[in-house]
C-alpha cells in the first residue's frame, strides 16, 4: 500500500475526528471512570487550534489511492526544561498517534513513527516521548517495536467513599 504522509490542513478535520471517535471509543470502554462518551470528542475549535498552535503539528497518513487519512499523530515540540537537576534537552511529544483499525498490521504505523522520528530531528530534538494507556497493549507492543522504552510509570489508586 502506497501512502503519503503530509502536515494536516482544514480539510482534513473530518477524517481526523472519525479516527478520534474511533480512539476515543477504545478509551471509554477501557477506562468509563475516566473518559466520557461524546459524540464528537474533536471540535473544529479544538483542531483548528492543533493547526494554528506554534509549537505543534499534526502529520497525517494518507492513502494514496483513495485520497484518504487513515492515521494522524499530532506532535508538540517543548523547549529545553528549566529544572538545575534536569539536563536540558529538547524533546518532541506524541500527543496523539492514531492509525485506523482497518490498516494495522500492514506497515503503514512504522511509516508514520518514521516521519514523526525524521520531524523531531528537523526540529533537532534530542528526545521523543509519549504517553500510552496501561490498557492498550497494542499500542505499547507497536511502541516498543519502534524502538521507544518506558521513561517513568504514571500510577493512580482510587480513593473516593466508594472505593474504601
Not at 494514496?64 to 499530532?74: C, D, E, F, N, P
Not at 523547549?79 to 500492514?106: C, H, M, W
Not at 500510552?132 to 524502538?147: D, K, W
Request: proline share 2%.
Amino acid at each position: 500500500m502506497t501512502v503519503n504522509i503530509r502536515e494536516a490542513c482544514y480539510n482534513d478535520y473530518n477524517m481526523i475526528a472519525t479516527l478520534k471517535a474511533q480512539l476515543h471509543t477504545l478509551h471509554v470502554e477501557q477506562r468509563p471512570d475516566l473518559y466520557i462518551q461524546m459524540e464528537e470528542p474533536l471540535s473544529f475549535d479544538m483542531f483548528q487550534s492543533w493547526l494554528n498552535h506554534t509549537r505543534s503539528t499534526v502529520l497525517v497518513c494518507e492513502e494514496t489511492y483513495r485520497q484518504k487519512v487513515i492515521g494522524y499523530a499530532l506532535l508538540q515540540r517543548d523547549n529545553p526544561t528549566s529544572f538545575e537537576s534536569i539536563k536540558a534537552q529538547r524533546t518532541v511529544y506524541i500527543q496523539e498517534f492514531i492509525l485506523d483499525e482497518a490498516y494495522r498490521g500492514q506497515h503503514v504505523g512504522e511509516q508514520l513513527f518514521q516521519s514523526i522520528c525524521n520531524y523531531a530531528q528537523k526540529w533537532r530534538a534530542e528526545r521523543l516521548e509519549l504517553s500510552v494507556q496501561e490498557f492498550n497493549h497494542q499500542a505499547i507492543q507497536f511502541y516498543e517495536a519502534m524502538g521507544m522504552k518506558t521513561k517513568s510509570r504514571k500510577m493512580e489508586m482510587r480513593i473516593s467513599e466508594d472505593d474504601i
